[in-house]
Antibody, heavy 121, light 110 residues
Framework: QVQLQESGPGLVKPSETLSLTCTVSGDSVTNDEYYWSWIRQPPGKGLEWIGYIYYTGSTKYNSAFKSRVAISVDTSENQFSLRLSSVTAADTAMYYCAREAASGSTWFDPWGQGTLVTVSS | QSVLTQPPSVSAAPGQKVTISCSGGTSNIGNDYVSWYQQLPGTAPKLLIY???KRSSEIPDRFSGSKAGTTATLGITGLQTGDDADYYCGTWDSSLSAVIFGGGTKLTVL
């Protein structure tokens, strides 16, 4: 079955850049039926969509992150990555990667198990 | 504060039925499909319903989804203690040009 696994540092200093990678197994990031997305969840709060990348390299980001966010894809490693710059304590959250339908409707399945990133000096 | 409004909590006894509403507007629910997710404590969200009313694979028919106008509803029948979880609705918002989620509803099976 399709599985996604996040990896990256669990602690990032304020003003630095958060970098996470999602490794996909059981599917290919070049599958044209899906986007590859990042979603986060601050402790005790709800879900916030960050953005997605398509296998062509095209991206779509939540404007709430303005110019701080970048998502890239590595087809040779079957991975996609998130970079979020100039982080603050407000960026402390569980970060999930997920496969998103590219069929005209919006749904996410499956999700990775998530990785907790804490922003602190 | 979420663009999609869900009740913060609902509760019911085992075996009973519960519904969870997700209220939005014409730029989101009124013009796009809704999906629903279950998040058990300490785990990642899991897709339950997509395209308003289609069950994801291996999701029992105790779970159902519907949509009318700008409100979507998740229904759960035959409640079990294992259904204790947070439930989220999600959809695309054309004004924000972003995927949005409801604030989540905590279901307690008493």
């Amino acid at each position: 079955q399709v599985q996604l696994q996040e990896s990256g540092p669990g602690l990032v200093k304020p003003s630095e850049t958060l970098s996470l990678t999602c490794t996909v197994s059981g599917d290919s990031v070049t599958n044209d039926e899906y986007y590859w997305s990042w979603i986060r969840q601050p402790p005790g709060k709800g879900l916030e969509w960050i953005g997605y990348i398509y296998y062509t390299g095209s991206t779509k980001y939540n404007s709430a992150f303005k110019s701080r966010v970048a998502i890239s894809v590595d087809t040779s490693e079957n991975q996609f990555s998130l970079r979020l710059s100039s982080v603050t304590a407000a960026d402390t959250a569980m970060y999930y990667c997920a496969r998103e339908a590219a069929s005209g409707s919006t749904w996410f399945d499956p999700w990775g198990q998530g990785t907790l990133v804490t922003v602190s000096s | 504060q979420s663009v999609l409004t869900q009740p913060p909590s609902v509760s019911a006894a085992p075996g009973q039925k519960v519904t969870i509403s997700c209220s939005g507007g014409t730029s989101n629910i009124g013009n796009d499909y809704v999906s629903w997710y279950q998040q058990l404590p300490g785990t990642a969200p899991k897709l339950l319903i997509y395209d308003n009313n289609k069950r994801s694979s291996e999701i029992p028919d105790r779970f159902s989804g519907s949509k009318a106008g700008t409100t979507a509803t998740l229904g759960i029948t035959g409640l079990q203690t294992g259904d204790d979880a947070d439930y989220y609705c999600g959809t695309w918002d054309s004004s924000l040009s972003a995927v949005i989620f409801g604030g989540g509803t905590k279901l307690t099976v008493l």
